[in-house]
């Protein structure tokens, strides 16, 4: 089963820039789409971004379209959320996971177990 590992949370001021990293170690990571996804306390895990195995399809939350860009680099098994312009209702864990393609990772179908995620809080 496809495991991916997320890093780069923490605390960060409202306005402020976080890049969170998920990598796998598992082989053919090119041919599968990740997606980051979130939970803030007491909701549901919603989706925030996804990215084809090629990485020529990109797709967002409305909640973060112009404030987060989601890339990779499949030479590093690698996939990045760059976050700018934080908010408050930003805070959350923050998960990643693959998926067969972008469409199934925005209605949160995914192939992946889930991580431990990675926390993100935004101070006002």
């Known amino acids: 089963q496809v495991q991916l590992v997320e890093s780069g949370g923490g605390l960060v001021q409202a306005g402020g820039s976080l890049r969170l990293s998920c990598a796998s170690s598992g082989r053919a990571f090119s041919s599968f789409a990740v997606g980051w996804f979130r939970q803030a306390p007491g909701k549901e895990r919603e989706f925030v971004a996804t990215i084809s195995g090629s990485g020529l399809i990109t797709g967002y939350a409305d909640s973060l379209k112009g404030r987060a860009t989601i890339s990779r680099d499949n030479a590093k098994n690698t996939v990045y959320l760059q976050m700018n312009n934080l908010k408050p209702e930003d805070t959350a864990d923050y998960y990643c996971?693959?998926?067969?393609?972008?469409?199934?990772?925005?209605?949160?179908?995914?192939?992946?177990?889930w991580g431990q995620g990675t926390q993100v809080t935004v101070a006002s």
């Open positions: 996971n693959a998926g067969s393609s972008t469409y199934d990772l925005r209605n949160l179908r995914t192939i992946g177990s």
